[in-house]
Structure formats: C-alpha cells, structure tokens
C-alpha cells in the first residue's frame, strides 16, 4: 500500500510528532516510519496502525 508521505510529514509537523512518537504511539519500528516517510511501499496492517497514531482514517493517508 502506498502512502501519502508530504500528507504524513504534514500531520507530524501539524501535531508536534516525532518519528520516536509516532512509533511509540503505531506500535511500529521507527525505521518503519523513517522508510513510510521516505516513500516506500507497506501493509494494509502497518498503514492503519500509522493512520490510528495519527488520529486520521486510513484513506486521509492512503494514495489512490
């Protein structure tokens, strides 16, 4: 699943997120983050835990 990574940067900024706080709160590696952050590809799973951390819907993050 592909990722909109500026809309994943932005809310970050937005709520004053770390990539360390955001893989405390997903569950999910920081190097999970950093490769989301960086473009790369993940799971249905991986992207909706990315999503709750966030506090969005997984089709606020999702491309297409």
């Known amino acids: 699943m592909r990722i909109k990574t500026r809309k994943v940067l ?10 360390g ?3 405390k709160v997903s569950g999910l590696s920081k190097q999970t983050i950093c490769a989301i952050r960086s ?6 799973e991986t992207a909706d835990k990315l999503a709750k ?3 969005v819907s ?3 993050i999702a491309e297409g």
């Open 53 to 55: 951390a966030l506090d």
């Open 58 to 60: 997984l089709a606020d």
């Open 21 to 23: 706080d955001v893989a």
């Open 10 to 19: 932005m809310l970050m900024y937005d709520k004053g997120l770390k990539t």
């Open 39 to 44: 473009g790369k590809g993940c799971t249905y």
